[in-house]
């Protein structure tokens, strides 16, 4: 909800960009970085103008460079924000959650699992608490419930067999909350939608598209109103999936087809109303990589030009507030991979600048992005040093 967010590794059976390359398991954020060092930028025409002189600027969050840990999803708390991830010892990852304030950063391990290979994608906060979601052992979903003091693992309905696992949470209450994945079948991949109804999570029937799809983000606004998003394949191409929850039954909801016939996939999604919500992601023709934002008016979704200045990456998450839209991911400037972040605000468009320091030390994204009660912005990713390693980073700012 409001952040995601990376692509969790089961995802990697259809990778954009990659057709017919051996896919390893690992998540695909962790590939197509590397994949997208060799993007080539096509100008395109844009209706949005970039504000003059940007405002916005936002600094690392101090101590939250951490060896080993990997970070996926963010949302707000009443001062600062919760992170959720993975800690990772070689090839075993376990959950990890990490609260951040503006003065410093405080991961701790979440032994719920035991020590499991568990991958964490995305949190939820309401009054009493949070949910996380993720998958362990790369084949069954996990949600984990945090009270406040302690996080507590639930039962979640698996259909199995095969690689199933959660990636987006969203909570309207403390007797309804949705998450939702993928479920493997055969070689492929169908929608998993969850609900938690106050005492046990339950599968919900949604629909499907193409020869494979997945969702990897939910937003909600109440009982009836919720949108999912992700992809399908079709045609052994990639193509946006929005699915909308009306109170009764999931369905799918036709998105545009983006202009030059390559992939586009949705990454995350952020309501601001019913009648005004925002999907982001990104297209693909061959090794070219363009984030991509449509928006849902209450009738139809249309995509949405952008900032000439945004320059070719990706976004991997979204967070809405009733007066800014913030969208982050990744982007390459001059062959090299950085942190990407762009506000909306009104009919105002603004890129924010991230202040000098390890945040820039090697290739490096954000993930995740939630706003807290206070307008600040909390964004959390990794960055790449070298060396094999992998390194935690959140930054905050542009209130």
Not at 129 to 137: C, F, L, N, Q
Not at 273 to 292: E, I, K, M, Q
Not at 349 to 363: H, R, T
Request: glycine content about 14%; proline content about 7%; charged content about 20%.
């Amino acid at each position: 909800m409001g952040a995601l967010r990376r692509p969790g590794s089961l995802e990697r059976r259809h990778l954009p960009g990659t057709h017919g390359m051996m896919a390893r398991r690992v998540p695909i954020s962790r590939l197509l970085p590397f994949i997208a060092v060799t993007l080539a930028f096509s100008c395109s025409t844009t209706t949005a103008t970039p504000a003059a002189d940007s405002g916005c600027q936002m600094t690392e969050v101090p101590g939250s460079s951490t060896d080993r840990d990997v970070l996926s999803g963010v949302a707000a708390l009443e001062e600062g924000a919760l992170a959720i991830g993975s800690r990772w010892l070689g090839s075993v990852g376990g959950p990890l959650a990490a609260v951040a304030t503006r003065s410093g950063w405080t991961p701790r391990v979440i032994h719920a699992r035991g020590v499991h290979s568990v991958e964490m994608d995305d949190v939820s906060t309401d009054g009493a608490g949070a949910w996380a979601v993720g998958a362990w052992g790369n084949q069954h979903p996990v949600a984990l419930r945090w009270n406040g003091r302690t996080w507590i693992p639930t039962k979640v309905e698996d259909p199995g067999p095969g690689e199933d696992g959660l990636s987006g949470v969203a909570t309207v209450s403390s007797d309804w909350v949705w998450a939702v994945g993928r479920h493997q079948v055969g070689s492929d991949f169908r929608t998993l939608v969850e609900r938690w109804d106050g005492r046990t999570w339950r599968a919900v029937p949604s629909p499907n598209e193409g020869s494979s799809a997945m969702l990897k983000d939910i937003e909600a606004t109440g009982p009836d109103d919720a949108w999912a998003v992700g992809w399908s394949v079709k045609e052994q191409r990639y193509r946006t999936l929005a699915q909308h929850w009306d109170g009764a039954a999931w369905r799918v909801v036709p998105t545009p087809t983006v202009d030059g016939g390559g992939d586009a996939l949705f990454a995350g999604v952020a309501a601001i109303s019913p009648n005004d919500v925002w999907a982001v992601g990104w297209t693909g023709l061959r090794d070219d990589l363009h984030p991509l934002v449509e928006r849902w008016d209450g009738q139809k979704w249309s995509v949405v030009s952008l900032p000439s200045d945004v320059g070719p990456g990706a976004f991997l998450g979204v967070a809405a507030t009733p007066d800014r839209l913030v969208m982050v991911g990744r982007s390459l400037v001059d062959g090299s991979l950085e942190p990407l972040a762009v506000l909306k605000s009104g009919g105002s468009w603004e890129k924010a600048s991230l202040v000098a320091g390890q945040i820039a030390d090697g290739p490096a994204w954000f993930t995740g992005v939630a706003v807290d009660p206070s307008g600040s912005i909390w964004a959390v990713g990794s960055r790449f040093p070298g060396g094999g390693k992998a390194v935690s980073f959140a930054a905050t700012g542009c209130v």
